[in-house]
T-cell receptor
Framework: EAEVAQSPRYKITEKSQAVAFWCDPI?????LYWYRQILGQGPELLVQ????????DSQLPKDRFSAERLKGVDSTLKIQPAELGDSAMYLC??????????????FGEGSRLTVL | AQSVAQPEDQVNVAEGNPLTVKCTYS??????LFWYVQYPNRGLQFLLK??????LVKGSYGFEAEFNKSQTSFHLKKPSALVSDSALYFC??????????FGKGTRLHILP
């Protein structure tokens, strides 16, 4: 069964360091999402890609976060410098639709970040 | 803008009893509604969705949900709970091409 791949599963870093997360969506899925999930809360959208283009990054803290999907396939989310409040689970998801509302999201296992 | 609310932080149900996890939503147009489940340190898994048509939607693992337009609700249900159903459940709503908004989640405990 096709899955969304994410790495690393766990990352511990010190504040002010740089950290990067990688996601490979299900083959053929045009839409890719990065969500942040703080413990005890629901996922919050950070950035949404349609192929290689960003369609929504309104909640991405652009002073320290960046995301790219250069060839419209896999994606990288970077934080530099990391802050204590960035400790969270970072979830990648993909869907098959072309900005249609009906498609469900398929999530990866997530990358849990701990900033010390 | 759309929003979704899960009024219960936690729901406790005895094994074998029916369960309900509540969800209400707010959109200006027609909603697309979803339920996801999350096990510890895992990603979210899709359970079911309502797009249009029959108000009772059946999904994975014996779960179903009932869309009620007049009450703007989309409660998740299961006739007979299993201990393995214990997890975190998220309701989500999308309006048109807008982004999906997730609720804060409800932790379901099934007691043996």
């Amino acid at each position: 069964e096709a899955e969304v791949a994410q790495s690393p599963r766990y990352k511990i870093t010190e504040k002010s360091q740089a950290v990067a997360f990688w996601c490979d969506p299900i083959s053929g899925h045009a839409t890719l999402y990065w969500y942040r999930q703080i413990l005890g809360q629901g996922p919050e959208l950070l950035v949404q890609f349609q192929d290689e283009s960003v369609v929504d990054d309104s909640q991405l803290p652009k002073d320290r976060f960046s995301a790219e999907r250069l060839k419209g396939v896999d994606s990288t989310l970077k934080i530099q410098p990391a802050e204590l409040g960035d400790s969270a689970m970072y979830l990648c998801a993909s869907s098959a639709g072309q900005r249609t509302g009906t498609g469900e999201l398929f999530f990866g296992e997530g990358s849990r970040l701990t900033v010390l | 803008a759309q929003s979704v609310a899960q009024p219960e932080d936690q729901v406790n149900v005895a094994e074998g009893n029916p369960l309900t996890v509540k969800c209400t939503y707010s959109v200006s147009g027609n909603p697309y509604l979803f339920w996801y489940v999350q096990y510890p340190n895992r990603g979210l898994q899709f359970l079911l969705k309502y797009i249009t048509g029959d108000n009772l939607v059946k999904g994975s693992y014996g779960f179903e949900a009932e869309f009620n337009k007049s009450q703007t609700s989309f409660h998740l249900k299961k006739p007979s709970a299993l201990v393995s159903d214990s997890a975190l459940y998220f309701c989500a709503v999308r309006e048109g091409d807008d982004k999906i908004i997730f609720g804060k989640g409800t932790r379901l405990h099934i007691l043996p």
